[in-house]
């Protein structure tokens, strides 16, 4: 049994000497990758942040040895839930003919670092 | 079905670890009747199983695009279930019953169980609605319960459901 864990910095929290970080950008463990909840912070257009955010994930699924269509679960929070549709209208197809489950829940004022949308997955590796 | 055609070669091979790593597992959450072999070893390659299987979902039209996610995704002994909700009438026993109807149905056919759950997160519309929820929600994972998270996220459910759940479970 592999027991390993990797870890990728988050590259998004500014580096300051002598201070730990919140979180990883994406951990790998047992042929699986955890990518972080990721925001777009200060856009307003739910498509492009809906955007923005999926190529984050994308970033950090590649750097890790996975891809979009090896996603096997998402939570999706959102801002407000009146932009649900235009969310999806940007979401669709990311992940491929096969996409991966997903949860959605709107979290009103509920998303850190002024973001309207705050997107994570686990995926499968390569 | 891309990967699970491409690679269906190697699922045979893999059946009998599979068995051995959920046993080991089972044991771990208390089932009286697993029991762990020992001798199974996980080695990175050859024989790793990297084949996913993800089950459509059946519940929503996608009026021919691609679909938007799918009902469950299997991979390496874990079952994924998208998040359910229930958009009909009924306060939120009703609802939460027919969300873990949802949630047992996409178990079942992945070649799961109730009992094999490992984490589940729990959306409520309200709060006001936790110890309903809980009456109905007592029980149906078994005498050994996966983990749980419960937030309410005020009117942030989707299709008007009271109740969102989702699940990961073992094979």
Redesign the interface.
């Known amino acids: 049994?592999?027991n390993s864990i990797k870890k990728y910095p988050n590259k998004e929290e500014k580096n300051v000497q002598g201070r730990q970080p919140l979180l990883s950008g994406a951990v790998v463990h047992?042929?699986?990758v955890y990518v972080a909840g990721k925001g777009a912070r200060g856009e307003r257009d739910i498509r492009k942040a809906t955007t923005q955010v999926l190529d984050s994930i994308e970033e950090e699924l590649k750097n890790a040895g996975s891809s979009m269509?090896?996603a096997?679960?998402?939570?999706v929070f959102?801002d407000d839930?009146k932009e649900?549709s235009a969310m999806?209208e940007a979401?669709?197809?990311r992940f491929?003919?096969?996409?991966?489950?997903?949860?959605?829940?709107?979290?009103?004022g509920?998303i850190p670092g002024d973001s309207i949308i705050e997107i994570d997955c686990?995926a499968?590796?390569? | 079905m891309g990967y699970t055609d491409q690679k269906n070669s190697r699922r045979t091979a893999i059946k009998s670890m599979f068995a051995a790593v959920v046993a080991t597992g089972a044991g771990m959450f208390g089932i009286a009747s697993a029991k762990s072999t020992g001798s199974a070893k996980l080695e990175k390659s050859p024989g790793k199983d990297t084949a996913i299987k993800k089950y459509p979902d059946k519940e929503f039209v996608h009026q021919g695009r691609q679909p938007l996610f799918s009902g469950s995704t299997v991979h390496d002994g874990f079952v994924f279930v998208a998040g359910k909700g229930e958009h009909g009438e009924g306060d939120i026993k009703v609802h939460t019953k027919k969300v873990l109807d949802k949630i047992e149905e996409e178990l079942n056919r992945a070649g799961s169980s109730m009992e094999k759950a490992l984490q589940v997160n729990v959306y409520l519309h309200n709060i006001r609605d936790y110890d309903g929820m809980n009456e109905v929600y007592r029980g149906r994972f078994g005498d050994h319960p996966p983990a749980r998270s419960t937030v309410a996220c005020y009117s942030g459910i989707p299709g008007n459901s009271l109740v969102e759940i989702d699940c990961i479970a073992a094979l």
């Open positions: 049994m592999d047992g042929g699986l269509e090896r096997l679960k998402v939570t959102m839930l649900f999806n979401y669709r197809g491929g003919d096969e996409p991966p489950v997903r949860s959605t829940v709107a979290t009103y509920g686990i499968a590796l390569d």
